[in-house]
């Protein structure tokens, strides 16, 4: 079935691809002086198709080139449902006898030189679809398509490295091979090497107790969870602003961890040990 340009170029304009180019000879033709081609093109669209707006038949568009000009649109191949659609286009030259066929597949975009469109073979529908033909299959958003081994399946990918969970879910399991503790920390710890554990684990650092009129303050070591007897005491009054309030002794328990501090009168402020 044959039409004429104006019936095929009648789709709007905003869904096509534009085709621009120059057609030349490789010699100088006498009766021109010139070696822009004077041919006519037939392109044809040999397979039903549609894409997400129009339905179209087959059909043969006839187009006139003079003294080389091209200009024309076409709907492209990549949005074209089924996949592996394309055109075959024959040119009629000199002898006005068309030559073999070659083959363009149009992609969306342009406008593009014929020469950006030619292919030497046909897209197979295997190596070339539409991703608007496939469906869901009872995938959810974020998975991807693996290999099972048998068939592709749909599935969150999995983590490695520092992290653990799958790609939805992860959680930070260690920090350069080392693993974290999954034990929750609470306020005023921070991460610390075990080496005891083997792993990274949320410690207290210092433990800040306040008393008032006292001249002894004993802070336990289950209290202040410091974990060593290597620790320092540090007291303040309880002015503003603060001053520093020297202990006249303090010490701490080897085995319990907890700590005695003594004034030689009564003190009121606070007491921070790290």
């Known amino acids: ?51 997400a707006n129009d339905t179209y038949v087959p059909a043969t568009l006839t187009y006139s080139v003079i003294n080389g000009l091209v200009n024309l649109a076409l709907q492209p191949n990549d949005t074209g449902i089924p996949a592996g659609t394309s055109y075959s286009v024959q040119y009629a030259c000199e002898s006005d006898q068309p030559l073999p066929p070659e083959i363009w597949y149009v992609p ?35 998975q991807y398509l693996e290999w099972s081994g048998t068939s592709w399946v749909a599935q969150v990918p999995d983590v490695g490295g520092d992290l653990s969970g799958s790609a939805e879910t992860a959680t930070v399991s260690g920090i350069q091979g080392h693993p974290v503790s999954a034990a929750a920390p609470i306020d005023g710890q921070m991460m610390r090497w075990s080496a005891l554990a083997g792993q990274w684990q949320p410690v207290q650092v210092r433990y800040t107790t306040t008393f008032s009129g ?61």
């Open 1 to 51: 079935m044959r039409f004429l340009a104006c019936l095929l170029l009648s789709t709007p304009l905003w869904a096509q691809t534009h085709i621009i180019d120059t057609l030349r000879y490789r010699f100088t033709d006498p009766s021109t002086n010139s070696n822009l081609a004077s041919c006519t093109m037939y392109i044809s669209d040999n397979t039903p198709s549609s894409d």
């Open 108 to 142: 969306s975009g342009g406008p593009y030189t014929i020469r950006a469109v030619r292919v030497a073979t046909l897209p197979g529908l295997g190596l070339l679809f539409n991703p608007s033909q496939l469906t869901g299959g009872g995938a959810i958003p974020g």
């Open 214 to 274: 006292l001249t002894s303050v004993l802070i336990s070591g289950a209290t202040h969870q410091l974990a060593t007897q290597n620790l320092s005491v540090t007291c303040y009054d309880s002015a503003t602003p603060r001053n520093i309030v020297e202990p006249d002794s303090w010490t701490v328990n080897p085995a319990t961890y907890d700590v005695t501090i003594n004034f030689t009168m009564a003190q009121t402020g606070t007491c921070t040990i790290r």
